[in-house]
């Protein structure tokens, strides 16, 4: 219907251009949105007033100009001024009706396009050093990138998923010392455990697995223990091993995976964060002060520049990022999304700045970034702070056992990455309709047990009467439903486009109240054939987009509830 009445639009600018109404070089951007007052219409443009200046008129009287140059449609209704100037469209009910046909006829493609045109996109998220389990935050890394993977593929990119993995440095370091430290029977209230060491009850678990010989399988690795306590390197691989696969273990119980697994070990490996100093010295960004190795990010809009190789001989953390995105752009990704907690923000610039110094052909503000703020989990209206298996943090597994995995994902994912999130315990485990999941999930199984209904009373659906019978849709909950239907596709080529899967959140919150006011206001088994097939058809149809949104969340569409 959008589409039907920008077009109608494009036409009537036209008219007005032939007639002299318009400049001849006049070419706006029609901005049509739906209304949030049905009594206005089911859509409406600001045109007229956009356009009342280079025409020389006020904008009511362009508007009425406008909507005498609008082409006939069986798809418009009507067409009122409103305002200052507002144009208000009215669909006609058989227009509107249609979408119910085509969410019927398309199933679950319904909603999916080719926009991407099969274009590579690579998506790094979680990321998560491997030296404990996934924490919270971790937990809505993972939630909205795995929805921004499946909002892409679903608008017809070709999406690779990648975990980045810190398998090198003091974190590293600190990790296999508390491992060896308490496989030595030292516990963390000992005044020689490591200073920087980890406290949680997994190292115990790593440790005794470790002594006990255990062999670990990650995905892409199997390590045998050594049981040596003094064999720190040995403790090193087994414990990143363990880790990485409780790590797995716990994103595929949050139903996430990926493709690529990227050592960050590997780039010192292969030598490449070496060719990155050399190229960026060679490139003559790069000066010594005081032993160290500076870039001149400021060249770049950095606020000041920074060390790249400390006096030490150790490279600062963001240099082997920049050789890692130079890694991902040789492998042919020109568009890449990094989802990263708010505490990378600093790094954003830093990284965009040493890639524009390697001179590589790297556009400006490449690779693209969306990051998450802190999520607080509470619990009665009490923070909670602790864990005890992971020692300081709540995990995403405490999470899932708590609520469940569509829960806690559709909570990760309904606000937007860029705001703070509470994580109600209490509200994510009620059976209401404050819980924003199960009000969404209800709706699904309400059309479910609608059905069941109708065929208990041997009144099952007839589709081919129901088609023909989508006129009778006349209610206003009814168009509401309808019109709400009809701006799924848009939805999903949005928040696509804008890495926002709260976008999809909200819409289905929005279509499961207009679906809940229609049931307890419209009558579905009613003695009319005509008009009970049709109203079956229209719950068909939303349980259906509620089904393909839920999907791209994640969660599941449940029958009952």
């Not at 208990?456 to 239907?485: C, I, P, T, W, Y």
């Amino acid at each position: 219907m959008k589409e039907t009445i920008i077009s109608l639009l494009e036409n009537a600018i036209a008219t007005l251009k032939q007639q002299g109404t318009l400049p001849a070089d006049t070419s706006p951007t029609i901005k049509v949105d739906p209304t949030r007052d049905k009594a206005h219409g089911d859509y409406a443009t600001n045109l007229a007033l956009m356009l009342a200046k280079p025409a020389g008129k006020k904008p009511r009287e362009l508007a009425k100009a406008l909507i005498a140059a609008l082409p006939h449609s069986d798809a418009v209704e009507k067409v009122e001024i409103a305002g200052p100037g507002f144009v208000n469209f009215f669909a006609a009910t058989d227009a509107a009706a249609q979408v119910v046909r085509e969410v019927l006829d398309s199933g679950d493609t319904f909603g999916r396009s080719l926009v991407g045109r099969g274009q590579k996109v690579q998506v790094e998220f979680v990321s998560a050093n491997p030296t404990g389990p996934l924490h919270v935050g971790h937990g809505r890394g993972a939630a909205i990138g795995d929805c921004i993977c499946r909002l892409l593929e679903a608008t017809g990119h070709d999406v690779t998923r990648e975990f980045y993995y810190n398998d090198a440095g003091a974190q590293i370091a600190n990790l296999a010392l508390s491992v060896q430290a308490r496989a030595k029977g030292l516990t963390p209230d000992d005044a020689s455990w490591p200073e920087d060491g980890y406290r949680g009850d997994y190292i115990t678990e790593v440790a005794n697995d470790y002594l006990a010989g255990e062999t670990v399988h990650a995905d892409d690795r199997h390590v045998a223990a050594k049981a040596d306590p003094e064999d720190l390197d040995a403790i090193r691989d087994f414990a990143v091993a363990w880790l990485r696969r409780e790590q797995d273990l716990d994103l595929k119980a949050f139903g996430v995976s990926f493709d690529v697994y990227f050592l960050e070990s590997s780039l010192y490996r292969e030598g490449k964060v070496e060719e990155a100093v050399e190229r960026l010295v060679a490139n003559g960004h790069t000066y010594e002060r005081e032993g160290a190795l500076w870039l001149r990010t400021t060249r770049f809009g950095d606020d000041k520049d920074r060390v790249m190789r400390k006096s030490d001989g150790s490279y600062t953390y963001f240099l082997p990022d920049v050789a890692y995105h130079l890694n991902k752009w040789q492998r042919g990704y020109t568009t890449v999304i990094n989802e990263q907690g708010a505490d990378h923000h600093s790094t954003v610039t830093r990284v965009r700045a040493g890639l524009q110094a390697l001179e590589a052909g790297i556009p400006q503000g490449w690779p693209d970034y969306v990051l998450h703020q802190m999520v607080m989990v509470t619990r009665s209206g009490v923070e909670v702070k602790l864990s005890k298996r992971a020692g300081s943090y709540v995990t995403v597994r405490d999470l899932i056992d708590e609520v469940g995995r569509d829960a806690t994902r559709f909570f990760l994912a309904a606000r937007r990455a860029d705001s703070q999130l509470t994580f109600d315990i209490d509200l994510a485990r009620s059976q209401s309709n404050d819980n924003p999941v199960y009000y969404v999930q209800y709706a699904h199984a309400r059309v479910c047990s609608m059905l069941r209904k109708a065929e208990a009373q041997e009144l099952g659906f007839d589709h081919d009467l129901a088609m023909v019978s989508l006129g009778r849709l006349e209610e206003d909950q009814e168009k509401a439903v309808m019109n709400r239907l009809a701006r799924y596709p848009e939805v999903v080529d949005h928040a696509a486009a804008c890495r926002e899967p709260q976008q999809v959140a909200q819409y289905l919150l929005d279509l499961s109240a207009e679906f809940h006011s229609c049931y307890n206001a419209v009558k579905v088994m009613v003695e009319d054939d005509e008009l009970r097939n049709a109203r079956l058809a229209l719950g068909l149809a939303t349980r259906q987009v509620l089904r393909n949104g839920l999907d791209l969340l994640g969660v599941s569409a449940p029958e009952e509830m």
